[in-house]
């Protein structure tokens, strides 16, 4: 593959910080020492990149956004001997700069891929898909035990179905009572409209919740999801909710516990996958070629849609 590797590619910047995204020819470099040169079948949009849209993370511009990739090695760097020039390979989160035809990234970074799963369908394994597989088993939560997931988006409906496949009794939190069919084909065994329930006096009627995953960015929920848990319930935070005030008295009284947590390493992106494939869990995408790459990041901003926004090259 090496012979075929192009001087230059196409990728995806962000210029200036509020800027959209630039489509671009640049020069492409070889890896060194500890870099794998990655031609990419499919990389995810996910909110994460607004922040590098808004210079949160700091780094400054021009920048690539994207961090949920899939595709092949295209090269490898000097004394390289676990990857290979033809292997399938993903980079997740601390990979990074993925927008586009060709990526270097880290070999620690680097995730072994099967040969046969569809890149654009588990490209977003490669952040949502760990982000909530990797939370909710770090947990340590009992199967049996009432798990609720609040939100039905990206995150959202693979935090359902590996919830599910866990064994916990799971509920879905939502404030729209058109989801609850969705909800329940994605695993749910109960639903619970807050825009038509009390969600706290629901929770409690099932005994209250030992985990409650919020997946969707609503600061205003934090308070009751917090009364919704059971003794020793955990509420884990896995969207960027902003400043929040909590009073403690909710939580010493019954042994509550607030939780967040990263995405995770390359293995366990690879033991996230694993998992899906063997359980059937469906990340459900959209699909937009590189040359729509502010198409796919509006429709991922928007929230429009259904579930996860990939770039495909």
Known sequence: MASSIPSTYKQAAFKEQGASLTLEEVTLNLPKRDEILVKVEACGVCHSDHFAQTNLMGGGFPLVPGHEIIGRVAAVGEGETVWKEGDRIGGAWHGGHDDAEYCLIRR??????????????????????????????????????????????????????????????????SRDSKKEEFARKLGAHEYIDTSKEDLVAALQKLGGASLIVSTAPVPEIINPLINGLGVMGRLLILSIVGGIEVHTGMLVGKGKSIWSWPSGHATDSEEAIAFAELHGIDCQVKEFPLEQCNEAFEAMMEGSVRFRAVITM
């Open 108 to 173: 620690e970074a680097a995730v072994h891929i099967p040969d046969h799963v569809n890149a654009a369908k588990y490209a977003p394994m490669l952040c949502a898909g760990v982000t909530v597989f990797n939370s909710m088993r770090k947990m340590n939560i009992p199967p049996g035990e009432v798990v609720a997931i609040q939100g039905l988006g990206g995150l959202g409906h693979l935090a359902l179905q590996y919830a599910n496949k866990f064994g916990y009794r799971v509920v879905a939190l």
